[in-house]
């Protein structure tokens, strides 16, 4: 994904929010969904920063198979993210992946 990829999805996609992510999503006419992770400096500092977008990654990384493909998804954390560990990532994003359907 590039630049003008990240600003179409932010002004034209369906927004969902869970407590410590906003995810954002939109169809993007290819076989594959391609993820982007944005984590702001409120969050905390670089290592912090870090380590939600390996855990946000890791949680796609394991349900892969179970994410509709053809989607461009941008999560971006909220600044109280970096308290959670890989069960509370799982927790939150999977409501919306999987309960709230993705927009499909």
Do not use: W
Request: aromatic letters at 8%; charged letters at 30%.
């Amino acid at each position: 994904m590039d630049r003008a990829d990240f600003v179409n999805l932010n002004r034209s996609g369906k927004r969902y929010h869970v407590r410590h992510f906003v995810v954002i999503t939109k169809q993007n006419g290819l076989s594959i969904t391609r993820l982007g992770v944005t984590v702001s400096k409120k969050a905390g500092n670089a290592v912090k920063r870090n380590r939600i977008k390996r855990l946000i990654r890791e949680f796609f990384r394991l349900n892969t198979t179970q994410i509709p493909q053809g989607y461009d998804i941008v999560v971006a954390a909220k600044k109280d993210a970096s308290c959670l560990d890989l069960r509370e990532v799982k927790e939150e994003l999977g409501e919306v992946f999987f309960k709230k359907g993705l927009g499909v």
